[in-house]
């Protein structure tokens, strides 16, 4: 079984601060995705990554950075954290191209203060 | 680039009737359509997906059907029971190309009434 996990379930951070979100996936695939989760706004992507040291901007990029130096592990910063991104962050990995069959991880609930 | 509609975004079935989802795409070079689950406080879950090549896909009490002339896949659950419900995203994406990406619906919270 898959299994994608994420370094925080909740977390609370002030508004300027830099924030860090990991994201850990077991089963050697190639595609790493991030994604912010709104009432109403559905899955939006961030961010996502093809391949160690790669990446590409999603949907809204804007106010992020990724990174990723080893192949299971995909990190989302946010460098100034400001109130608007208090979402519900989640990450998904998948072994085909596109996200075919993405497993997501349990998500990280972010509020900015 | 890709946009998905996804309609209704609240849909209540008594249970044991079944519950149809529908979504639409607009690249029709989109090949690849998940549906995803995700029940409250969860993660979302891959229940079933289709390729372009597949006009439907059944498993169990899940089915999905595309139209690719009119963009449009749906999906369809029969028999419904309590443990159905929950917010499902469609999605759609372009395979074999690794620059494009997946594109989500906005979600259908579907209610399962007594």
């Known amino acids: 079984d898959v299994k994608v996990t994420q370094s925080s379930r909740y977390l609370v951070k002030r508004t300027g601060e830099k924030v860090f979100l990991e994201c850990v996936q077991d089963m050697d695939h190639e595609n790493m995705f991030w994604y912010r989760q709104d009432p109403g706004l559905g899955l939006r992507l961030i961010y996502f990554s093809y391949d160690v040291k790669m990446k590409e901007k999603g949907d809204i990029p804007e106010g992020y950075s990724v990174s990723r130096e080893k192949k299971e592990r995909f990190s989302l910063i946010l460098e100034s954290a400001s109130t608007n991104q208090t979402s519900m962050y989640l990450c998904?990995?998948?072994?085909?191209?596109?996200?075919?069959?993405?497993?997501f991880g349990p998500g990280t609930r972010l509020t900015v203060l | 680039g890709e946009n998905v509609e996804q309609h209704p975004s609240t849909l209540s079935v008594q249970e044991g009737d079944s519950a149809v989802i529908k979504c639409t795409y607009s690249d029709s070079a989109s090949n690849y359509f998940p549906w995803y689950k995700q029940e409250l406080g969860k993660r979302p879950q891959l229940i079933i997906d289709?390729?372009?090549?597949?006009g439907e896909k059944k498993d169990q009490r899940i089915a999905v059907t595309l139209n690719k002339t009119a963009k449009h896949f749906s999906l369809h659950i029969t028999e419904t029971q309590p443990e159905d419900s929950a917010v499902y995203f469609c999605?759609?994406?372009?395979?074999?190309?690794?620059?494009?990406?997946?594109?989500f619906g906005k979600g259908t919270r579907l209610h399962i009434l007594p």
């Open positions: 999605a759609a994406s372009i395979r074999g190309d690794r620059d494009d990406k997946i594109i």
């Open positions: 998904a990995s998948s072994l085909g191209l596109a996200g075919v069959g993405q497993f």
């Open positions: 289709i390729r372009s090549n597949v």
